[in-house]
Every structure is written in structure tokens, then in C-alpha cells.
């Protein structure tokens, strides 16, 4: 195992590029980072920031402050897409500009550029169309990613109670696919032919 970058305080997520371009958001340095060619730069300054989804050039960055940004990734350009730093959850079926997201942990795009964000005990919708914010799902999801097939796969977990792993067909069905009070998930990629998962810590 090699070393990419140093000089993190709390990386949370990464997301990467098809040129192998990694961004990285770093929940105690309030930032999003760029690694290329093993140079690091910062990207943009987001508070608390934590979930990334990329689009393009458009990187989608979730806060624990409780609001959603979009960054242009060749200009440094932030613009906010969703919550107002309220931690509620209110607005559904209205603008998510104007809509409150409580603590949103992580986001997730589908092939159609719809916005999914975690939501503290559901999974909210921005249609990228309208703007527009609805509940997708009520089912607790610290971490998601879709299928090339439509299917929202994620995972959850409590200290307390332990965690899953689960899924949500394009219909709406929702499967649960493993529980346990001693699993921890911490994110989940899925590749050409398995669901990978990150365990916290073992119990």
C-alpha cells in the first residue's frame, strides 16, 4: 500500500475521475481536495464537509452543517444546492433551495442526474429538472450508490445498534440483504460484479 496524499485532518469520502483524478472532502479542514498527478490542492472551503457526488464537472458535496453545495471543479465555483444550515428536514414538494436538510451524511446521483441525499431516518430526492425536493424512501442510509441498473444500494449503522446493507429497486421496492448488531458499515462501492464494504471497526 502506497501513500497518495498526507495532511488530512478527517477525509470522509472520495470520489474519483476517470483520469484518476481523486476529490477528497475533509470534514475537520472544511474542504474539498483535489489530488492529481500527487499534487494535492483545495478545491473549494465547505464546512463540515463529508458526501461527494460527481457529475461531470459538477461535484456535488454534502455538510454535517446541514446544507448541500455544487462545485465547478475547473473554477472553484460554489453554489448552494439545497438547506439553508437549519438541521430539520421540511420543503418536500417544493424547492430544495428553499427546503431544510438535517445533517445530510451522503448523496448520490442517479443516470439521469437526480440528486440523492441522506436524510436522518429517510432518503430525500432533488429532481434535477425542477429543482424540486421529495422523500424517496424512509429507510436509515449513512452511505449509497447506484447500480447501472437503477438500483439505489446502501448501507447504515448505530453504535448502539449495529447496521445493514440494503437495496432499492427502481419500482421502489426496498430488499434487505444482511443485519447485524456487531456490523459497522462505513461506505460501500460497487464494481462490475460485487457490493464492496468499508467496516468501521469490529465490535
Sequence with gaps: MSVIARGFGEPVNVERTEDGTLFVSDLVRNSVVRIARGR???????????????????????????????????????ERVAGDGTPE????????????VETPHSVA????????????GSIRRIDAGTGVIT????????????????????????PRFGGGI??????????RF?????????????????LLIGQWRPF
Design 40 to 78: 494535492a490542492t483545495t478545491v473549494a472551503t465547505i464546512e463540515a464537509a463529508v458526501g461527494l457526488a460527481l457529475r461531470g464537472t459538477s461535484l456535488y458535496v454534502s455538510s454535517l452543517a446541514s446544507f448541500i453545495s455544487r462545485v465547478d471543479v475547473t473554477t472553484g465555483a460554489v
Design 89 to 100: 428536514s421540511t420543503g418536500d414538494g417544493g424547492p430544495a433551495l428553499e427546503a431544510q
Design 109 to 120: 446521483l442517479d443516470r439521469d442526474g437526480n440528486l440523492y441525499l441522506e436524510a436522518q
Design 135 to 158: 422523500t424517496y424512501a424512509r429507510v436509515d442510509a449513512s452511505q449509497m450508490t447506484f447500480g447501472a441498473d437503477g438500483t439505489l444500494y446502501f448501507v447504515h449503522g448505530d
Design 166 to 175: 440494503g437495496a432499492i429497486a427502481p419500482d421502489g421496492t426496498v430488499r
Design 178 to 194: 444482511f443485519r447485524s448488531s456487531t456490523f459497522l458499515p462505513t461506505d460501500l462501492v460497487l464494481t462490475a460484479n460485487a
